[in-house]
């Protein structure tokens, strides 16, 4: 992994951060290594957009400290922070060009106009638009705009560089080509960034590290892996990649094994430190192998629902666990609906889930 | 952050040791001291007066301006250097307040402190450019302490603003009121004597109810709140049928409509009085032509209510149009269209649904029309007859036969409760509601044609307004080539000639015109304050939409106070408390400046709020992010974007500046007489010719400023192409 020279660690310490009566953060503490990705996800007002204005400097803590590197920010004002962002708006200035608006860092910091323009020509260049530097904003496509954005975040090689939910405005295939871009600018520059994201897909796509929060409190962090195969509760669990959540009984621990009883199916799962008794039990959609023959052993369902989407088929399945969202890649051998079924686990893409966190 | 406190100290220091402290006689610009400088006890700065005159007390605000050295050299971010920097300039401040208040031009200003400390021998004049600079030290020392403690995101800049814009109304709003409030519970020997007040204020001839029983009048009060309630009810009711018209008529010259909406903004508005005397006075077009054909015996009736009633329905009548054009307009079409779906007809849809969706929009109308008849004062003034009016029985109080200082201000203290009490109204009550039915963009539904009665009523009601209004200007423009009005109407360009002739002396050019001398001074006030105007609003609009701070409602209320406050109250505001030390500016151009400013800047506020909102705020941050300073952003982000409203800010500024006449005729001076004044000492001569093409020149002069603001400040916005809509309403994060 590359680090850029100036790539910088952001660490919060309790930070907690109201207005009035709300909190919109509240005590969370993190530690982002210098030169990694790392993506804010969660929910609708859970707080990530809070997260990353604290860390630009566009809001002040209420309590708790930042520090950038080694430095304590606290309390230093946005326009002293070596931390530029990329806004969900693009928040490009209507009335520069193209080449303005991606020089305007360097000019305002008091570089020479042309040296700031030869640099901007440059950067535009590394995100692929050399030759639009005259036109105005206005004359680009959303995808160019968002380019323009980001070239103009690059110019001033910050310690961190933030994103708040860059991609939403694009459609879906420009996302995804655009979030690859942005994944391997970053990689290539080494820059420290902090993704905010809605999206699970894209989370799990661009990250080193996903922190994953909930009502102003962080609910899991790790890498993308660890928040898939091993969510800390159920909320993870439903956010990252659904999941069908169903009590199960452990029935024996022994050593890191415990046999689980889902249903009238026992399966063999890592315990992650859980003693025999009740539990929770995550099962990924695709994790349930339907089949129409009865005859294999298993439980008996229903369909309810069975929805087609070219490449895979949705089925809601009515179960003694309990209604569970399917996923089945077998497009051909398409169920119909009011079908009796029998339901099987795979043996992966089953987890115990802890405590409601 | 030091290098603003180094330039904030070097700022105060050459205001203490080396400007002079006191104001010099010859005028804020004069610069005759310098003969005399520095030894000479007027424009010796601060130190000098110290340490060569005796005046031991100005010695503290010196320490205080030593403190913030500390924080220059050791202080760099350790967290003492705020309190130092907050203590040094609260300090400052409080102090240099106190002593410039505690010693006046006698001495001690106030007998507790005589008794407490014994006579002072010394005394002190107002403050000059050495204690302005003093001032804006302490007061920046002050901001960039709380800004350092972290108020606002530790922003200097904004900080510092607010503190300056607070500091400004405070002294320039504020303290004026207040001087009217204190100098009405005393007598007019400075005593304080609050059974004095009450007589003063429950007096007859203020609240009397003699006209009801008795052909004697009523109180001045009554007088006002009558001409007031029947202005704002007349003006309301045109108002919404000319509004009618515009949007739901398919009346053609829509257009023409619009035009007469511009009109009395560039109108002075005693000059519609004038031209209600042209037309009706005792020897007026109407009664002159009554006389010849019917034998009819000219009368006074115009005089009175029936003059300023009229006069001021023509000034005002375009204002409440302007409001409920809006309000009309913002009514959504699928609300009526509903209605008609349900089996209602045309009328039940309008008093059903239309009508009642318009209330909030027509009681601010009728506010409106309200307070700008009370605060009116040219038009009682040259039409009010026997009718006493409060604004111009204030002015009659200070200026009269028998001057009352006391009973001026108890005036004031009554005019000002009762429009502040309609503004309080208009908006805890319906500043929010007013816009309920603004659903904003995208409705596609036609509105409903108005039920034909209804048509032919304000058809009825508003074409013939119209002409008398067309008339009235036809009076303005053209009324000062009469010979005189009444008696000789043959073509003459002598009026114009007295006012504004130039000859060829024997040094060139000659500006014998009487006008000129009046004409310059206006000219040059207004264009000085349009921009100060323009820029503290824009300022105070900038703190109003983009900061959240404690206190920000109390902050946008004193911005727009000034609205509320009648100019007589205003004028004589200034005259109580700028007349004597320490500020002490009376009969300079100055006071003229600062008087339009502080009345103007709520039109500033306003135009900078509305085309603010419309700029997404994710701009600024960007701007932020990438290194800027929030002043930066202002300059090269916020500003060019904000184009028209300081177009609008500016026009509106210098118009007003030009037309204003109530507090102006208070702050008058020999030196600096203005345009409005002027004409208004010819109308009370009844040289009706002069006064009205005087008139008629400065409203060209006004529309050909408008197009000169628009052309150099508007092409540079357009030059720009056409990026206007992209990113102003951007969606915010
Ligand atoms: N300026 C503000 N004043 C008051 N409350 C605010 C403010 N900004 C955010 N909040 C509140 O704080 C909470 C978190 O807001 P935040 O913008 O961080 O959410 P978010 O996670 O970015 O959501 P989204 O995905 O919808 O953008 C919300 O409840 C929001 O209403
Ligand atoms: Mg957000």
């Not at chain 1, 961190?160 to 295939?173: I, Q, R, T």
């Not at chain 1, 179960?319 to 399917?326: C, D, I, K, Q």
Request: hydrophobic share 50%; proline share 4%.
């Amino acid at each position: 992994m590359t680090i850029g020279y100036k790539a910088a660690s952001v660490q919060f310490q309790g930070v907690t951060k109201a207005f009035g009566p709300v909190v919109a953060v509240r005590d969370i503490s993190f530690t982002i290594e210098p030169g990694t990705l790392v993506t804010l996800l969660g929910p609708s007002g859970c707080g990530k957009t809070t997260t990353l204005r604290l860390i630009a400097g566009l809001e002040m803590p209420t309590s708790g400290r930042i520090l950038i590197g080694d430095r304590d920010v606290t309390k230093l004002p946005a326009t002293d922070r070596d931390v530029c962002m990329v806004f969900q708006s693009y928040a490009l200035f209507p009335h520069m060009t193209v080449l303005e608006n991606v020089a305007y860092g360097l000019t305002v910091g008091g570089m020479a106009k042309p040296d700031a323009h030869a640099k901007a020509e440059d950067e535009l260049e590394l995100v692929g638009l050399e030759g639009f530097g005259e036109r105005l904003p206005s004359e680009l496509s959303g995808g160019q705009q968002q380019r323009v954005a980001v070239a103009r975040a690059l110019i001033l090689e910050p310690e961190v560089l933030l994103f708040d939910e860059p991609l939403s405005n694009l459609d879906a295939k420009l996302r995804r080509r655009m979030r690859e871009e942005i994944r391997d600018l970053q990689r290539k520059l080494g820059l420290t960034s902090v993704y905010v994201t809605h999206d699970q897909e894209e989370a799990l796509a661009v990250s080193d590290r996903i922190i994953v929060m909930n009502n102003a409190v962080i609910a899991q962090e790790g890498s993308p892996h660890e928040l898939y195969e091993n969510p800390a509760n159920v909320f993870v669990a439903d956010f990252i990649g659904d999941a069908n959540l169903v009590k199960a009984e452990i029935m024996s621990v022994n050593g890191e094994i415990a046999v689980v009883r889902i249903g009238n199916i026992e399966r063999r799962l890592p315990c992650r430190g859980l003693s025999p008794g009740e539990v929770d039990v995550a099962i990924r959609p695709a994790a349930i192998i339907l089949s129409n023959d009865t005859s294999v052993e298993g439980m008996e369902g229903s369909v309810l629902k069975a929805t087609y989407l070219g490449n895979h088929i949705e089925y809601t399945v009515d179960s003694p666990l309990g209604e569970l969202f399917v996923i089945d890649y077998q497009v051909d051998a398409a169920l119909p609906r009011g079908a009796t079924v029998s339901i099987d686990l795979a043996e992966r893409g089953i987890t115990l889930v802890l405590d409601e966190a | 952050m030091n290098k603003t406190v180094a330039l904030w100290l070097a700022v105060g220091w050459a205001g203490y040791a080396v400007l002079p402290w006191y104001a010099i006689d010859d005028g804020f610009f004069g610069f005759a001291w310098f003969g005399g400088f520095p030894a000479s006890i007027d424009s010796a700065p601060a130190t000098l007066q110290v340490m060569d005159h005796g005046r031991a007390w100005l010695l503290p605000i010196g320490l205080a301006l030593v403190a913030p050295l500390a924080v220059l050299w050791r202080g760099g971010d350790k967290p003492w250097a705020a309190t130092v920097l907050m203590t040094a300039g609260g300090f400052g401040l409080a102090y240099t307040l106190a002593q410039g208040f505690a010693i006046g031009l006698g001495g001690w200003g106030f007998g507790f402190i005589e008794s407490a400390f014994g006579e002072l021998s010394d005394r002190q004049f107002g403050m000059g450019y050495g204690a302005v600079l003093v001032f804006g030290a302490f007061l920046f020392f002050l901001t960039q302490g709380m800004a350092k403690r972290g108020a606002i995101n530790g922003d200097v800049f904004v900080v510092g603003s607010i503190g300056l814009v607070i500091a400004l109304i405070a002294a320039f709003i504020l303290f004026p009121v207040a001087s009217i409030l204190i100098s009405a519970v005393q007598d007019n020997d400075e005593n304080f004597a609050p059974a004095l007040f009450f007589i003063k204020l429950l007096s007859r001839d203020i609240w009397g109810l003699d006209c009801l029983t008795s052909r004697l009048t009523c109180g001045i009060a009554w007088n006002s709140l009558l001409m007031a309630t029947l202005v704002g009810a007349g003006t309301t009711m045109l108002g919404l049928a000319f509004a009618l018209i515009a949007t739901r008529t398919g009346f053609r010259a829509k257009k023409i409509l619009r035009v007469l909406t511009v009109l009395p903004i560039v109108t002075p508005p005693f000059v519609i009085g004038l031209a209600v005397i042209l037309l009706f006075g005792r020897s007026g077009v109407v009664n002159t032509f009554l006389e010849w054909a019917f034998d009819i015996e000219p009368t006074r009736w115009i005089y009175g209510l029936p003059g300023i009633w009229l006069a001021q329905m023509l000034a005002f009548t375009p204002i409440a149009f302007l409001v409920l054009i809006g309000v009309v307009e913002g009514i959504s079409p699928s609300m009526e269209e509903a209605g008609l779906t349900l089996r209602a007809d045309n009328w039940r849809v309008f008093t059903t649904v239309s009508l009642p969706l318009m209330r909030p929009g027509l009681a601010n109308a009728f506010l409106l029309g309200f307070i700008e008849s009370l605060a009116d004062f040219g038009n009682p003034l040259v039409l009010g007859g026997e009718y006493d009016v409060l604004s111009t029985s204030i002015f009659f109080a200070i200026v009269g036969a028998l001057v009352d200082q006391g009973r001026a201000a108890v005036l004031a203290f009554v005019l000002l409760a009762f429009t502040l009490s309609a503004f309080y109204a208009q908006r805890r009550w319906l500043g929010r509601k007013s816009y309920a039915t603004i659903t904003g963009k995208g409705d596609a539904g036609l509105h409903v044609r108005l039920p034909r009665r209804l048509t032919w009523t304000i058809y009825a009601a508003a074409l013939p307004w119209a002409a008398l209004t067309a008339v009235i200007y036809c009076m303005i423009m053209f009324g000062g080539f009469v010979e005189t009005w009444g008696f000789d109407h043959s073509f003459t360009l002598r009026h114009y000639i007295e006012a504004f002739s130039i000859e060829t002396g024997r040094y060139g050019l000659v500006w014998s015109g009487a006008a000129w001398n009046s004409f310059w001074t206006t000219l040059e006030i207004a264009a000085i304050s349009a921009p100060l105007t323009a820029g503290i609003g824009l300022l105070a609009a900038y703190i109003l939409v983009r900061q959240r701070f404690v206190g920000k409602d109390a902050f946008e209320f004193g911005t727009m106070l000034s609205f509320a406050i009648p100019g007589t109250v205003i004028g004589i505001g200034y005259i109580l408390a700028f007349n004597v030390p320490p500020i002490e500016i009376t009969g300079t151009g100055i006071i003229l400046v600062i008087c339009f400013v502080f009345r103007n800047m709520p039109v500033g506020v306003r135009a900078g709020i509305a085309a603010m909102s419309q700029i997404d705020k994710s701009l600024d941050e960007a701007s932020l992010t990438l290194g800027a300073t929030s002043f930066t952003t202002l300059r090269k982000v916020v500003m060019p974007l904000l184009r028209p409203a300081i177009v609008a800010a500016l026009v509106f500024g210098f118009v007003r500046a030009m037309t204003a006449i109530s507090a102006v005729i208070f702050l008058v001076s020999a030196n600096y007489d203005m345009a409005t004044s002027y004409i208004l000492g010819r109308v009370e001569n009844a040289d009706y010719g002069l006064a009205i093409s005087y008139s008629s020149v400065l409203i060209v002069v006004m529309l050909a400023a408008i197009i000169l603001i628009q052309r150099v400040v508007g092409t540079r916005r357009l030059s720009r192409r056409d990026g206007q809509q992209f990113g102003l309403e951007g969606s915010a994060a």
